[in-house]
């Protein structure tokens, strides 16, 4: 593994952004470069076979630019990640990543808010279960949450809104569970007001630091960590004027402007 080399994340959209943000704090001399299918998203809403087709080619993408390791931030991509093989870089699911953080909890129950194709694909379950086959789980689907959060211009009583037809079901018939992992990257951007309108949920899980500690653990074990990097490039398909405003908002330092690039094409 060239230490010198990149780290790729890639999302659908903006949603990636919340672990960009926790890569670039936590290992600031690492270069990044970040990809958001924006025209693309929400993948949620896709087939399985025309997820798999999109994320080969952002994948094709990321080993033109030699990166060493791949995060995939999309919880909806990640339950895929068995399709994703022949690539010379190890790549990390970040469902695995708040499985993991789930079970060192170890809430007797835990509530999973995700896009409806991680929900019905029921990966965190899975996977959670595997390891604590006590901890009942549960999942939720959103239809629209991660489009709303993608849009970047939907009002909080929308998204409030979308999350009491989606989140208020698991909530109201399961009053006693205090744990909620943010199964989708969109929905750490909406943390405030999920906290505020369901504050039964007191340990609200996001896995982006988890996946963070993957890749640290893998650059560890690799003797691959960058001493002389720090650059955070973005490519995005979306609008890049979104993606250069949402990184200031939330702090991230952009090596130059985003660049639009399309490189995946759906079936
Ligand atoms: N950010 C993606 C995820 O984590 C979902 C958004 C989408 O549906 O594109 O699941």
């Known amino acids: 593994m060239n230490a010198n080399a990149p780290i790729g994340i890639f999302d659908s959209g903006v949603g990636g952004y919340t672990v960009a943000r926790a890569l670039q704090k936590a290992l600031p001399m690492e270069d990044v470069i970040y ?8 993948y949620g809403n896709r087939s399985k076979e025309d997820i798999v087709h999109l994320v080969r080619q952002i994948l094709d993408f990321m080993a033109s630019k030699q990166v060493k390791a791949v995060g995939i931030a999309c919880n909806t991509i990640s339950t895929l990640i068995d399709e994703f093989t022949g690539y010379d870089f190890p790549i990390f ?13 170890a809430p007797a ?17 899975k996977l959670i279960n595997a390891a604590a086959p006590q901890i009942q789980v549960l999942s939720q689907g959103s239809v629209n949450l991660a489009a709303l959060v993608e849009s970047g211009t939907a009002s909080d009583g929308e998204i409030a809104a979308e999350l009491h037809d989606s989140l208020g079901l698991m909530a109201n018939a399961n009053p006693d569970v205090d744990t909620l992992v943010l199964g989708c990257t969109h929905y750490p951007l909406a ?13 609200i899980i996001d896995p982006a630091m988890g996946q963070v500690e993957q890749l640290r653990a893998c650059l560890a074990a690799n003797n691959a960590f960058n001493d002389n990097g720090g ?14 405003a949402l990184a200031a908002r939330l702090g991230m330092k952009l090596t130059g402007p985003a660049t639009q690039l399309h490189v995946a094409t759906p079936l």
Not at 35 to 42: E, F, K, L, M, S
Not at 93 to 105: L, M, N, R, Y
Not at 191 to 203: G, V
């Open 231 to 244: 650059s955070l490039k973005v490519f995005t398909s979306g609008d890049c004027a979104k993606y250069e």
């Open 191 to 203: 943390r405030d007001i999920i906290a505020r309108e369901y504050p039964q949920f007191t340990n």
């Open 35 to 42: 990809y958001g299918d924006g025209c693309n998203a929400p």
């Open 109 to 125: 129950k835990a509530g999973v808010l995700s896009t409806c194709f991680t929900a019905q694909t029921g990966a965190y379950a």
């Open 93 to 105: 699911s970040i469902v695995q990543a708040g499985a993991d953080e789930v079970v060192k909890c």
